[in-house]
């Protein structure tokens, strides 16, 4: 007698190829369709691609703003104003972002300093803010004013820092943790304080 696991894989491969056999014949084109030449599974066949407007972005997924909204401006002049999609990190570093992590982690606090939120977005914020563009800027409006105290290299791609920053109401929180940079931009950071 065949084992108890055996048969139970058995059936589950019977109950997966019948749903995949059945799937594959609701989306098959009908037999007229195959016989005018028509598109297989909705790819669309030579002559249409010839003739057909090339790909646009989806409605859905504004551009990124290349500049820092204005306060008051409409939510959807920001690159996201809703839940932040799952974002891919880069393969390879545009030639324009600094290479050494510590110029990088740099270059983020200074756009966060001169309040070029679209700019420390690209650099890294988008990696580890792990919310929308919109509730990203808006987690700063009590800052008047932020500053890297040190940046210090402690491992490949990972740099320490000390962070100061002024509220608006004359308070000083003063934060510590490491950023990690990996293809010129920052792919993770830890930090802590208040």
């Known amino acids: 007698m065949l084992p ?9 491969l019977v109950v997966v190829g019948g749903v995949s056999t059945g799937v594959l014949l609701a989306t098959a084109p009908a037999r007229e369709e195959r ?32 500049t820092a909204p204005a306060s008051g401006s409409s939510p959807s002049a920001v690159p996201s ?16 972002l600094p290479q050494d992590p510590r110029d990088v982690v ?3 606090y200074r756009d966060l300093a001169a309040r070029d939120f679209a700019a420390a977005w690209e650099l890294g ?18 800052t008047a004013a932020i500053s890297l105290d040190s940046a210090d290299t402690v491992g490949a791609g990972r740099v320490r820092v000390a962070i100061r920053a002024l509220q608006t ?19 993770d950071a830890r930090v802590t304080g208040g």
């Open 169 to 187: 109401d004359g308070t000083l929180r003063t934060y510590e943790g490491t950023y990690t940079v990996s293809g010129g931009v920052i792919t």
């Open 106 to 108: 740099r270059e983020y």
């Open 35 to 66: 016989a005018a030449g028509r598109a297989v599974s909705g790819l669309p066949s030579p002559a249409d691609a010839e003739s057909a407007p090339p790909p646009s972005a989806p409605p859905s997924s504004p551009a990124p703003s290349p």
């Open 4 to 12: 108890r696991w055996l048969l139970w894989l058995l059936a589950a």
């Open 81 to 96: 104003a809703t839940a932040a999609p799952p974002v891919q990190l880069p393969a390879d570093p545009p030639p324009d």
């Open 125 to 142: 914020g988008k990696y580890v803010a792990h919310t929308s563009y919109a509730k990203w800027v808006a987690g700063y409006d009590t």
